[in-house]
């Protein structure tokens, strides 16, 4: 009789329901009475809770689901009685706690979790919707459930990593456990439906667990965080139970997920930001231990509240509120209750102000609760009661909204609803009868809100600094409108503005911004507007400025790099010339930033190097370091070669240097280099390892470097390796004491470390010592004698072409007289022409299978007729006809053997003066296409002549014979 009474009291209030929203509530209700566990429930209900059903299910389509999935959650509610009365202090905390307690594995608590949210989440609504609770109730209960879940998630994640790696050590009386800071609603204890939780996690002390395999207490605490977070974030078949943002943390989601008390506060002191105190203000306690939590909040506290009135604070805020607007106005998404004009953000940001303009001085303002906040700013009279009223009317109304909208479908979201039947469901779940009244009572509620902050916050649209108005000032700080901002650049040059607006809003909102200190923020807000000016003038200003913010973004949070390119125009100016020139050299400051100091002196005043003047230089910086402090010296070392390349680097741009000159600029700096970097091995060497005796000074062996390929014949390339080997000269009698060869090799190997070692400063060059003797098989330093006696009887052909561009770079007089003397004797020995044609053709031949020239492409080095073509009909003229022309052992430069070729009548004058200016060409261009990091390869189109007069000697000189 109870059920059919029940049953027709609930069909009857369906039909009382707006004719919008009766179809979808029936329905649902026709599915449950159908189920055998529905209609018990109905016995089990009173006419009270019967009476709420139609309303509560009319706004929440997530609740009538859960009842009809799972009935027993309600069944539950309805017979323990806890959905008709509000929870007492604690008893939800009591209730998680005793359905978890017993719970000791991740699947088991991980489910238990995800049951008790759902079930919670039902009763709160139910409760909500039917109108049995007000916005204290729903937002405490939702903060104590979190609360209590996080609470078991963090109990069982510090057991189960205690299990796995032994208790973390430290702390006072020997705990050390984790600290979970909740902050925004949460901390509030202001939760709303839907929410995520905001947390950071930090731990009392360093140190290392007690396993038999120890991890750091950063690492063990970092596991912890990560098992929290799994536990309560992840989408398993049963659902979530919060979604968790650590994004709050230092450093945000680019730093560590916990650090220390110590390292947090440091953090806070020393790189904190005014948002970030703004976002502290609300920081509570909500897992781990309460004295270590209390001990955290107080060693923040400091930072979050001045000892004197913070009105710099009034501003920052200011500043922030003004960026959401604009990024509303930009997103068009003025319909949302939380951070639209007059929504829940403004009456927040009002409160926290003025608590950290105040509350280093009035105590009573150091709160989490808003509403205690608004209580004392009333007390003090710094508002007025009128004004508070407004407040807290508001906001009473704009959370009920904020609830009912999310729990339509327990979705987060704060946005009006443009669709009828959806605006019928806010509207009848506010208690308004239609929609345009519910409406009507929101503009007007927002209306009040923002007209109190405008006063409260004094924003007069019409005032700003004279200096803010120039308008690429206004496109970085978002000030204008999107329409607004891509018109003013199109205007003044971009082409593709929208990509443009893409790269500020990456900048704007990406971790380095987020990462800088306050006086980092400032230098980069003065930087930026004069970047988007500088790059508009040029030939690609969208290329030159993503080039340009790709450096700005490496440099981080060193921003006194970025004070030099505002303070000193030239350099700014300089810096923008090359990031138009090449994404290499742009790439390459991002990576060394101090090399922006080489921009300061005007590049039209580029001097040439010379070996004698690198060695003075380094000798000058060299005099200030410790002379046993090799970290040191390699940075310094990598320094000034970084210094000095981006010098040739925008000397070559600014086409002050010939790509010639590049190759013998970029030559002389990499042989300073290793004259440096063996002084420095052997300097340390002597600290570690005695050099070998031999009696008569003059029987010590000699070492040297002998550089082959590009750096012998000063044709380097920015990219290049340096091919070279290393030498020692025999003693008077043939013989070295034993332990010699190992003293060298350790020289040699130290020397290697030294130059291929990447530091803190960058490394200095890739070697290639694959044209020592026996290549990668032979010993790593080698004698002349058996130098000498390989290329005479073992040595392949290909081994005699590269010594024809080999020549000492740092050696003794006598060890370079005697090297000359055997690659002398070397590349003028008789040669069969045929022989040795067919051999270097061979050897072409295999080079072949990595061209990479197609019928579109021509590959400029490996292709026929191309550079590599050039350089083998070189050697082959040099093998060919030394024996009868030694001047031609003398060059190792390419265009200098070209024209010597000429000059000893063994090529035609007109056929080399062709080669070299093709070959010139070849290097022009490649070093160019490098330079803008793209690869050797030239359009079929180009350079056809060219290649057929080199294809066309080729086969004249090792073909046709």
Known sequence: MKNNQHQQLIEREITQLPEALQGSVMQAWSEFISLESGVAIIETMDELLALSLPRVWAGSAFVSRICLNRPQLLKTLISSGELMKPYRQNELTRKVEALCSSIRDEVGLASELRQIRQREALRIAWRDLAGWADLKEVTHTLSDLADGL???????????????????????????????????????????FSSDIDLIFAYPEEGTTSGRNPLSNHEFFTKVGHRIIKFLDANTSEGFVFRVDMRLRPNGANGPLVLSFDAMEHYYQTHGRDWERYALIKARRVAGPATEGRQLLDNLKPFIYRRYLDFGAFEAI?????????????????????????????????????????????????????????????????????????????YHFLRATEHRLQMVQDQQTHLLPAETNAQQRLAFSMGFPSWRAFESDLRSQMLRIHSTF??????????????????????????????????????????????????????????????????????????????????STTETPEETFARATRVVSAIGRRSAYLSLLIENPLALEQFIRLCTASPWVTNWIGQHPIVLDELL??????????????????????????VDDLEQQMDLLREVHHGHLLRIAAADTADIIDSG?????????????????????????????????????????????FAYGKLAGEELGYHSDLDIIFLLNQSVDGRYPPETGHYFARLAQRLVHILTTRTQAGMLYEIDMRLRPSGRSGTLVSSLSGFTAYQLNKAWTWEHQALVRARPVVSSNTLSAEFEKTRKEVLTLPRDPTILADEIVTMRTRMTANDRSDEQWFDLKLGRGGIVDIEFIVQYCVLRWAHNHPELTAPRNNVVLLET?????????????????????????????????????????????????????????????
């Open 150 to 192: 996080l609470h078991q998630a963090h109990s069982l994640a510090h057991q189960l990593c205690i299990e796995s790696y032994g208790a973390p050590q430290g702390g006072g009386d020997g705990s050390n456990q984790l600290v979970v800071l909740g902050l925004g609603k949460l901390g509030g204890r202001e939760l709303n």
């Open 318 to 394: 200011r500043s922030m509120k003004q960026m959401i607007e604009r990024e509303l106005r930009r997103k068009g998404i003025e319909d949302n209750v939380k951070l639209g004009a007059g929504g829940i953000r403004e009456i927040e940001f009002i409160a926290q102000s003025y608590q950290l303009i105040r509350g280093g001085r009035e105590h009573q303002l150091q709160t989490q609760s808003l509403h205690t906040a608004f209580d004392e700013l009333e007390n003090s009279g710094v508002m007025s009661k009128e004004d508070i009223k407004i407040l807290i009317t508001g």
């Open 454 to 535: 405008t006063q409260v916050f004094s924003i007069n649209p019409e005032q700003s600094d004279p200096k803010d108005r120039h308008f690429f000032t206004d496109i970085w700080h978002n000030a204008l409108s999107e329409d607004e901002c891509l018109r003013l650049l199109k205007h003044c040059g971009y082409r593709d503005p929208e990509s443009v607006c893409a790269l500020l809003d990456q900048l704007r909102n990406g971790s380095t911004y987020r990462s800088y200190s306050s006086t980092g923020r400032d230098r980069l807000d003065r930087l930026m507007p004069k970047l988007l000016d500088h790059c």
């Open 601 to 626: 002196d005007p590049i039209t005043n580029y001097q040439p190097l010379t070996r004698e003047i690198l060695t003075e230089d380094l000798a000058l910086r060299f005099n200030h370091l410790p």
């Open 661 to 705: 000159q590049v190759g013998q600029q970029l030559a002389v700096l990499a042989e300073s280099v290793l004259t440096e970097a063996l002084q420095l091995a052997e300097a340390g060497l002597r600290h570690k390892l005695e050099l070998p005796s031999f009696g008569d000074p003059k029987a010590a062996p000699e070492f040297g470097i």
């Open 901 to 961: 070729l000429g000059n000893s009548g063994v090529l035609e004058s007109a056929k080399t003066t062709a080669l070299k200016m093709i070959y010139s060409e070849l290097l022009a261009m490649e070093q160019r296409l490098k330079l803008q990091e793209l690869p050797p390869m030239v359009g079929q189109q180009l350079f056809v002549t060219e290649r057929q007069q080199v294809i066309g000697l080729w086969d004249e000189l090792l073909l046709k014979r």
